[in-house]
């Protein structure tokens, strides 16, 4: 079960429910194409997280709920605000 993907280039950290870490070489957009747009959503230019797995969030941050918390942008704030509305 993905909580959250993270890029670095041209490499994605695939963040597992399980605390398993994942290397993939690929790239962010490229996950971000093939997940359903009704379960994730990016909240920054290098994090893409799973709605289910949103514990809280605010205006800078998201908390998922095994305890990371990633940061939330301007840029993706108001998509991400629809995506948890409508779940």
Do not use: W
């Amino acid at each position: 079960d993905i909580v959250c993907l993270l890029s670095n280039k041209d490499y994605t950290c695939v963040v597992l429910s399980d605390g398993r870490r994942l290397m993939t070489i690929a790239t962010l957009s490229g996950f971000e194409q093939q997940l359903p747009p009704q379960s994730f959503a990016r909240v920054q230019r290098s994090y893409v997280v799973a709605l289910k797995h949103v514990k809280s969030y605010d205006s800078q941050s998201v908390l998922l709920d095994n305890g990371d918390e990633v940061p939330m942008s301007r840029t993706y704030r108001e998509s991400f605000e629809l995506s948890m509305s409508n779940l």
